[in-house]
């Protein structure tokens, strides 16, 4: 069992990592092995301090270079739930799963907004992991919506298995050649059932099927996390980064404006002390 799990590769799941590690905690940092498209994206930083006028990329190479001098590897993974089991948590991957006796969630921001139903058909027929579900639609008709091509092989494994996959790139320049696939370019606007999904509903056109997969980087904190408080799609956190689920912290944009790196490493900064501080409590403090 892990210490603590950390989910996230942005600026302030590598700066929680980068703590935990300087207190000698056993952790695992679970993400993308090239961090996060946004710390990227910069044309040029202009507020970090200490590195101005940096660009996104040669920020990005200084936090991996910063990782690899201390000896962290990045986990490469997409985590998929995060369980509160009493004392620990268990943390769902697109193909693991990990004990950890504490979390910190370091996710982002999520730009889409979920799709109308999909909060409400989770587990009943929408998923967000081909590995995790997809044998449990073998013979069946599925929808898999994409945001990135990074997926296209997990909708060619589900091609494998479902009688037939209707996809949808949210993207240009995809092709998927498989008999029983066929690609739709439009818009989900609602997923819509009774116990179970039944149909997407889209921007032009309604497709009749019994599960979704909805195959995108990031996931809604309160549909990765069953019971966390959220508002308005943020985490809500106190000032040492917890949450109103013991055990379970937050850091960076994931939390709310503003959305900056220097907010998100204190953050991760922040998470991690706290994390350090709660695993040395007794059991009995902690309730
Ligand atoms: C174009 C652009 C320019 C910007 N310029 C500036 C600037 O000049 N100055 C500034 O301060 N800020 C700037 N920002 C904002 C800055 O990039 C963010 O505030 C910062 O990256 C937040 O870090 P984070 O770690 O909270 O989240 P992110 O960097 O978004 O990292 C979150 C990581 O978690 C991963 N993740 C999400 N869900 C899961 C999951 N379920 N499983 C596994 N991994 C998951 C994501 O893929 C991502 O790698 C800019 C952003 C953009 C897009």
Do not use: W
Request: neutral net charge; aromatic residues 6%.
């Amino acid at each position: 069992m892990y210490d603590c799990i950390v989910i996230g590769t942005g600026a302030a799941g590598v700066s929680a990592a980068l703590t935990l590690k300087a207190r000698g905690k056993n952790f695992v940092l679970l993400g993308s092995k090239n961090l996060s498209s946004k710390i990227e994206a910069a044309e040029e930083i202009n507020n970090y301090p200490g590195l101005p006028a940096i660009s996104g990329k040669g920020l990005k190479a200084a936090l991996l270079n910063h990782l690899q001098s201390c000896g962290i590897a990045v986990t490469p993974a997409q985590v998929t739930g995060v369980y509160a089991m009493g004392e620990s948590f268990s943390v769902l991957t697109d193909g693991q799963s990990y004990e950890g006796k504490t979390v910190i969630l370091a996710t982002g921001v999520e730009s889409v907004k979920p799709v109308a139903g999909e909060l409400e058909f989770l587990g009943r027929g929408v998923s967000y992991c081909a590995t995790c579900d997809g044998l449990l639609y073998k013979g069946k008709k599925i929808v898999a919506v994409s945001t990135s091509p990074a997926f296209e092989e997990e909708v060619e494994y589900l091609s494998s298995l479902a009688s037939s996959v209707v996809f949808v790139p949210l993207y240009k320049g995809a092709k998927l050649s498989a008999q029983n696939i066929q690609t739709v370019r439009d818009m989900p606007r609602a997923i819509e059932g009774d116990m179970r999904v039944r149909r997407v509903v889209f921007a032009k056109q309604t497709v009749e099927c019994d599960g979704v997969f909805l195959l995108k980087e990031a996931i809604a904190p309160s549909a990765l996390v069953p019971g966390l408080k959220t508002e308005g799609g943020h985490v809500s956190v106190s000032r040492d980064c917890s949450t109103n689920l013991k055990g379970l912290f937050a850091a960076g944009d994931c939390t709310g404006r503003p959305y900056q790196y220097a907010k998100a490493v204190g953050e991760g900064n922040v998470a991690a002390h706290s994390v350090c501080e709660f695993l040395s409590l007794s059991d009995k403090d902690k309730k």
